[in-house]
């Protein structure tokens, strides 16, 4: 049996109708921006493998540092003991974050990174005995597959045979001109509720990269800090230069009270979570009532391979070499955006920093779940790019260090399909 026909008869995918789904792609190798499947096919992985690779596959650098590691120390019950990687990895990533981020807590994925992150909000308010059980997102936001994570989450097919377990939460629409003055007055009119607002800033990711201006989260989020609403910046998709800048937030004049990270975090090379937070949050929780304990732990929390990922990962974000690059693909997005954009076949285009996102024109059928979908995937399957569409809409995501050939090979394949679907 070849590796596909093997992994069918042990394995089970995510987000996968494994009745109807066509065998996987067996994967061998990486390097660079490029995939290598068991057939020798390569293939440019266009989405960063979900969103998580930013320096390319296999790379060297981390590679190395993780091998150092590795035979150093592996691993360390976090619970009363520590290790240099996790002190260096927390004040290194607090010293580039917005200047009101004092702690962080390790966690193991984005998913449990949001957990964190909402637990420590109910429990700031439940610890000073006061009221704040209710929590405000966006519609159509995705935070995650846990429980606390979906519950934060839009409402939809994903979450449809679990909607009766999840607790209630306030959904407002995205902020813009029109209705930023009402969305501050219902916030003040649920304020005594409210324990917190999460969102994903600028770019609502699974969403079909639905994407909102700067300026008016800012001004919601400095009426939350007025009405003392706790805020969370779910940056797990957004953080690490996938915006233009190094986080989404830093596009904002307002910080929030919490930030949430994965993915980018150590380069796509292992799962590993970070939440971080201000001072007056953590101050929250000291106390000689041993009740007032932050209760929530991994027990791979801050383990010490994941942390010399990410310190490696952090060193090649921080290079020059890698804002550059981040500068390259913004223009050459852009460029790109401009030539297509008036396409009879496209509905929109949108564009922040390394992330396009290009709309097919597909009438009123815009589900998920639309055939056009599937077309377009295998589509740019068989042309050798990886390309993960969101119904009608696919983004380009890649890694940074993606070469001028290879992204222009990924705009000419997308134009050939623009005349051939």
Not at 108 to 125: F, H, P, R
Not at 161 to 167: Q, R, W
Request: aromatic share 10%.
């Amino acid at each position: 049996m070849n590796l596909a026909e093997r992994d069918l008869k042990v394995i089970w995918h995510p987000y996968t109708q494994m009745q109807t789904a066509k065998p996987p792609v067996p994967i061998v190798r990486g390097e660079g921006a490029c995939l290598y499947g068991e057939d020798g096919k390569k293939y440019i992985d266009a989405v960063s493998s979900w969103w998580v690779n930013i320096h390319g596959h296999a790379n060297p650098y981390i590679a190395q540092k993780v091998a150092e590691q590795l035979l150093q120390l592996e691993h360390v019950i976090f619970a009363g003991f520590t290790h240099p990687a996790a002190v260096e990895l927390a004040e290194r990533l607090l010293a580039i974050l917005p200047d009101n981020q004092a702690k962080a807590f390790y966690s193991d994925n984005g998913s449990t990174a949001v957990e964190v992150a909402i637990k420590m909000c109910l429990q700031y308010w439940s610890n000073q005995d006061k009221p704040g059980t209710k929590i405000l997102a966006f519609k159509n936001a995705y935070h995650g597959d846990t429980f606390g994570a979906m519950s934060v989450s839009g409402r939809s097919a994903f979450t449809a045979a679990f909607d009766s377990l999840l607790f209630e939460v306030e959904f407002i629409d995205l902020p813009n001109e029109d209705n930023i003055g009402n969305l501050k007055s219902h916030i003040s009119s649920l304020k005594s509720d409210l324990a917190c607002f999460i969102f994903e800033p600028l770019v609502q990711g699974s969403a079909g990269m639905i994407m909102y201006e700067a300026k008016y989260l800012d001004e919601l989020m400095a009426h939350c800090r007025e009405e003392e609403v706790l805020t969370i910046a779910d940056e797990v998709f957004t953080g690490f230069g996938r915006t233009g800048k190094s986080f989404a937030c830093d596009h904002l004049n307002t910080q929030p009270d919490i930030m949430c990270f994965s993915k980018g975090l150590t380069g796509g090379t292992m799962a590993f979570g970070l939440t971080t937070c201000t001072q007056a949050i953590y101050d929250a929780f000291l106390s000689y009532d041993k009740l007032k304990t932050l209760f929530h732990g991994h027990s791979y929390t801050a383990n010490p391979v994941a942390c010399a990922a990410a310190l490696a990962s952090l060193d090649l974000f921080l290079d020059n070499a890698t804002a550059d690059n981040i500068n390259r693909i913004v223009a050459a997005h852009t460029k790109f955006e401009e030539k297509i954009k008036h396409h009879p076949k496209i509905k929109a285009t949108r564009q922040t920093g390394t992330i396009l996102a290009i709309e097919w024109e597909t009438g009123d059928n815009t589900s998920y779940f639309s055939s056009l979908r599937d077309k377009l995937y295998h589509y740019f399957l068989d042309a050798g790019v990886i390309l993960r569409p969101l119904g009608n809409i696919i983004y380009i995501l890649p890694p940074y260090c993606i070469s001028n050939d290879e992204l222009n090979y990924i705009y000419r394949k997308i134009e050939d399909a623009l005349e051939e679907i």
